[in-house]
């Protein structure tokens, strides 16, 4: 794919991405972390390289799974979205894979549904309350059999939103498969997106995280593609260093006094 290949021709962007000083908003903000705390600076920046230092990632591809983890409910951060927007478009990412990744993780939400409906289903069943749903019907098995021709799945737990909620659930397949029908990621990147998601430590959804790994095996990705994924996953930990530095700088009395970052 074209994707893959566009940032070769601009390592110093690759490298930039790389350094955690690029990450403040005030270039400022790193001179004043070492002059407090330099060894913890060091290794955090050394963190932060090591895990941005995909050799199996592109930098495009590794900076829109860090949009999605920092841009899922699970762990809305909303000053690292704009950061990691503006980063993977300076990676060569397009406005269409970024809305693709936004839509893709939309339906994260939905797996808590998984667990509560039963529940529901079982206390109904206790009080007496067990009323038959209706039979499944025939704009329900299209959307079924539409979303298993383009996902390549399907899963107990959606024959039961199917029936209890049906309308939600036509509205939840359209929105799950329309990245599929028009997205610009290719099903290996969305399904890299998807392992990035639910193996956060935010979510941690097992069920989904062996699912999307076996479809990113069938779509192409390697093992060692999927380590780099866990990787930005775990970097992901440095966002209270992060924020809270900024904050300090902001706070400090002595800001004015920082000298100017240098390159």
């Known amino acids: 794919m074209a994707h893959s290949q566009k940032l070769d021709t601009v390592p110093h962007v690759t490298e930039e991405l790389r350094e955690l000083n690029n990450v403040f908003p005030d270039a400022c903000v790193a001179v004043h972390l070492k002059s407090i705390t330099p060894e913890g600076f060091s290794v955090a920046s050394d963190f932060w390289r090591e895990a941005l230092t995909c050799k199996h990632l592109t930098p495009r591809l590794g900076e829109l799974v860090l949009l999605a983890l920092h841009a899922s409910i699970t ?21 269409s894979d970024i809305m693709d990744v936004l839509l893709s ?17 079982d206390e109904l069943k206790a009080f007496g309350k067990d009323e038959p749903f209706p039979e499944e019907t025939a704009s329900i098995k299209k959307i079924k059999d539409e979303f298993i021709r383009k ?12 029936q209890c909620m049906p309308g939600y659930f036509s509205a939840l397949s359209a929105l799950s498969v329309e990245p599929w029908n028009s997205g610009s990621l290719s099903p290996r990147e969305r399904e890299l997106i998807y392992i990035a998601i639910d193996s ?27 380590l780099e994924v866990f990787q930005l996953v775990a970097v992901t ?21 920082v000298p100017s970052r240098t390159k």
């Open 105 to 121: 993780i939309v339906g994260v939400s939905n797996h808590a549904l998984y667990a509560a409906v039963p529940i529901l289903m």
């Open 200 to 226: 956060s430590v935010t979510h941690m959804y097992a069920a989904g995280l062996r699912l999307h790994i076996r479809r990113a095996l069938e779509a192409g990705a390697s093992r060692d593609e999927i």
């Open 75 to 95: 762990s809305l951060d909303s000053h690292a979205i704009p950061r990691h927007v503006n980063r993977a478009i300076s990676a060569g990412a397009t406005s």
């Open 151 to 162: 996902r390549g799945f399907w899963s107990e737990q959606r024959d039961v939103l199917a």
């Open 237 to 257: 930990g440095l966002e209270g260093y992060i924020l809270g530095a900024q904050t300090l700088y902001e706070n400090s009395s002595s800001k004015s006094d």
